[in-house]
Protein backbone atom coordinates (compact mmCIF):
# COMPACT_ATOMS: atom_id res chain seq x y z
CA UNK A 1 0.00 0.00 0.00
CA UNK A 2 1.27 3.58 -0.80
CA UNK A 3 2.64 5.64 1.85
CA UNK A 4 1.05 8.44 0.65
CA UNK A 5 -2.74 9.10 -1.60
CA UNK A 6 -2.93 10.45 -5.38
CA UNK A 7 -3.13 13.82 -5.99
CA UNK A 8 -3.34 13.41 -9.87
CA UNK A 9 -6.76 13.44 -11.70
CA UNK A 10 -4.58 11.88 -14.28
CA UNK A 11 -4.75 8.33 -12.57
CA UNK A 12 -8.20 7.95 -13.48
CA UNK A 13 -9.49 6.71 -16.67
CA UNK A 14 -12.96 7.40 -16.16
CA UNK A 15 -12.28 11.04 -14.78
CA UNK A 16 -10.76 11.24 -18.28
CA UNK A 17 -13.88 10.24 -20.20
CA UNK A 18 -16.13 12.53 -18.37
CA UNK A 19 -14.01 15.33 -19.57
CA UNK A 20 -14.52 14.22 -22.74
CA UNK A 21 -18.35 13.75 -22.25
CA UNK A 22 -18.52 17.27 -20.94
CA UNK A 23 -16.82 18.96 -23.32
CA UNK A 24 -19.18 17.66 -25.90
CA UNK A 25 -22.20 18.64 -23.67
CA UNK A 26 -20.97 21.77 -23.71
CA UNK A 27 -21.02 22.50 -27.57
CA UNK A 28 -25.22 23.03 -27.43
CA UNK A 29 -27.58 24.61 -25.00
CA UNK A 30 -29.24 21.99 -22.62
CA UNK A 31 -32.62 23.60 -20.90
CA UNK A 32 -34.37 20.51 -18.95
CA UNK A 33 -32.94 17.55 -16.90
CA UNK A 34 -34.68 15.57 -19.17
CA UNK A 35 -32.69 16.68 -22.24
CA UNK A 36 -29.31 16.79 -19.76
CA UNK A 37 -30.17 12.93 -19.50
CA UNK A 38 -30.59 12.24 -22.69
CA UNK A 39 -27.60 14.23 -24.22
CA UNK A 40 -25.47 12.07 -21.37
CA UNK A 41 -26.93 9.14 -22.72
CA UNK A 42 -25.77 10.00 -26.36
CA UNK A 43 -22.61 11.12 -25.60
CA UNK A 44 -21.87 7.82 -23.33
CA UNK A 45 -23.44 5.54 -26.07
CA UNK A 46 -20.82 7.03 -28.55
CA UNK A 47 -17.86 6.52 -26.31
CA UNK A 48 -15.65 3.72 -28.19
CA UNK A 49 -14.07 0.81 -27.21
CA UNK A 50 -11.07 1.96 -29.03
CA UNK A 51 -11.22 5.20 -26.92
CA UNK A 52 -11.53 3.12 -23.62
CA UNK A 53 -8.27 0.96 -24.61
CA UNK A 54 -6.15 4.06 -25.36
CA UNK A 55 -6.62 5.54 -22.13
CA UNK A 56 -6.23 2.47 -20.06
CA UNK A 57 -2.99 1.91 -22.38
CA UNK A 58 -1.39 5.36 -21.57
CA UNK A 59 -2.00 4.50 -17.52
CA UNK A 60 1.86 3.50 -17.05
CA UNK A 61 3.53 6.85 -18.17
CA UNK A 62 1.64 8.74 -15.56
CA UNK A 63 1.52 5.98 -12.96
CA UNK A 64 5.37 5.94 -12.90
CA UNK A 65 5.93 9.76 -12.71
CA UNK A 66 3.02 9.75 -9.87
CA UNK A 67 5.43 7.57 -8.31
CA UNK A 68 8.76 9.29 -8.91
CA UNK A 69 7.06 12.68 -7.53
CA UNK A 70 6.14 10.49 -4.51
CA UNK A 71 2.54 10.99 -4.98
CA UNK A 72 2.65 14.86 -5.43
CA UNK A 73 0.95 16.59 -8.53
CA UNK A 74 2.54 15.99 -11.71
CA UNK A 75 1.91 17.24 -15.51
Known amino acids: MLEWPSNSQDLSV ?4 WSIIDKRLALK ?3 TKEELEK ?3 EEWDVI ?3 L ?3 LVD ?3 Q ?7 GKG ?4
Open 29 to 31: SIN
Open 48 to 50: SIR
Open 72 to 75: GHFT
Open 52 to 54: CQA
Open 58 to 60: SMP
Open 62 to 68: PIEKCLK
Open 39 to 41: RLQ
Open 14 to 17: IEEI
